[in-house]
């Protein structure tokens, strides 16, 4: 739970690396929790690491079927253009925002 929180912080303050990491922490203490899942695929998106997210969203769907919001998040997964994944890249490397 606490590792949870700590990912949720980072990931306000856009510091998805270091969420990613906490979220990873989480999963190994509690792997069938959905929203783990779903939150680890948000950070992997984030970083650009498009397979990664798509399997955690995966995940996240055998845990939970039923979720609307697992299934957008695939569906957006098919949306990222290259112009995203290089927007992403960037701000990746110089820390920009925008």
């Known amino acids: 739970m606490i590792a949870w929180l700590a990912a949720r912080i980072r990931c306000y ?3 998805f690396a270091v969420a990613l990491k906490l979220l ?3 999963i190994e203490q509690k792997a069938d929790h959905f929203v783990l899942w779903l939150e680890l695929g948000q950070c992997q998106q984030e ?3 498009i397979e990664p997210a798509r399997k955690s969203f995966g ?3 055998q845990l939970n079927p039923g979720s609307s919001e697992v299934s957008l998040k695939l569906i ?3 949306d990222i253009s290259l112009a995203s994944r290089f927007h992403n890249w960037w701000r990746r490397t110089f820390g920009t925002s925008k």
């Open 24 to 26: 990873q922490q989480a």
């Open 76 to 78: 957006s997964l098919a």
């Open 13 to 15: 303050y856009e510091q």
């Open 59 to 61: 995940i996240a769907r």
């Open 47 to 49: 970083l650009g690491l």
